[in-house]
């Protein structure tokens, strides 16, 4: 597939995602292309688990280079850049029985950032049509929003020393 053509697909379903947040009354915002960055599409989502906090999601297409055959759609969420060192090994540990148990994507702890985040992807054949294509980027969006929500709360909680990982594991009948 021709470099153009990628393009249009990815700029296309952007917009289309765009569309689909703006109609649920979540504002977004377009990152232009660079030379080193691909568009993204960043908006706040807000309400998120039980005490609605909010996060930044980033939703983009990363680059195809001439020998790929496929498309990598890929969601990145900060959940929060104040991570409290204190409990930190805690939540190191945490992040990683989650990852272990959860079905899709990944929560991770960046430590040069200070950052708590989610990360989801997408892969989608170049011989899909456009539709299933923006279909499976949707439905890696709502996944997103379906795991942050989910365990936002619990992951908060032990940053801040109020939870454990004892917690955690009961989550999934443990």
Not at 63 to 85: A, G, M, Q, R, W
Not at 93 to 105: C, D, E, K, R, S
Not at 131 to 157: A, F, G, P
């Amino acid at each position: 597939m021709d470099a153009e053509r990628i393009t249009y697909i990815h700029e296309t379903v952007i917009r289309r995602l765009q569309n689909d947040l703006m109609e649920k009354e979540i504002p977004t915002m377009l990152q232009n292309a660079t030379e080193s960055n691909p568009e993204a599409l960043n908006y706040v989502l807000d309400g998120v688990g039980l005490d609605g906090d909010e996060v930044l999601v980033e939703a983009v297409f990363l680059p195809n280079s001439s020998e790929d055959f496929f498309h990598t759609f890929v969601t990145s969420v900060l959940i929060s850049d104040e991570i409290n060192e204190e409990y930190l090994d805690e939540l190191i540990v945490a992040i990683t029985i989650l990852n272990f148990y959860i079905p899709m994507g990944g929560f991770l702890y960046s430590a040069s950032d200070k950052m708590l985040a989610y990360r989801n992807s997408a892969v989608s054949s170049f011989e899909l049509s456009d539709e299933q294509i923006y279909s499976q980027s949707k439905l890696c969006i709502e996944k997103t929003h379906e795991m942050v929500d989910k365990y936002v709360e619990i992951l908060l909680k032990i940053s801040d020393g109020k939870s454990n990982t004892d917690e955690l594991i009961g989550l999934f009948g443990y």
